[in-house]
């Protein structure tokens, strides 16, 4: 069984890429200087309503 850290041989370079600039920007938006996850932050950008224009 595969590491979830690591992409589908099928996916390539462009998966990986992908998934780690995710990663990196949940980091930098919801976590706390300590790496926990800052639960009241995400959960208000969670909940919140989006103006559809």
């Known amino acids: 069984m595969k590491s979830p850290s690591q992409p589908p041989?099928?996916?390539g370079?462009?998966?990986f890429s992908?998934?780690?600039?995710?990663g990196a920007d949940f980091i930098?938006?919801?976590c706390l200087?300590?790496?926990a996850i800052d639960?009241?932050?995400l959960v208000?950008?969670?909940s919140s309503k989006i103006p559809r224009g």
């Open 28 to 30: 930098q938006e919801f």
């Open 44 to 46: 208000a950008f969670n």
């Open 9 to 11: 041989p099928q996916a």
């Open 18 to 22: 992908a998934s780690t600039g995710l």
């Open 39 to 41: 639960w009241h932050k």
């Open 33 to 35: 200087p300590d790496g």
């Open 13 to 15: 370079e462009e998966f």
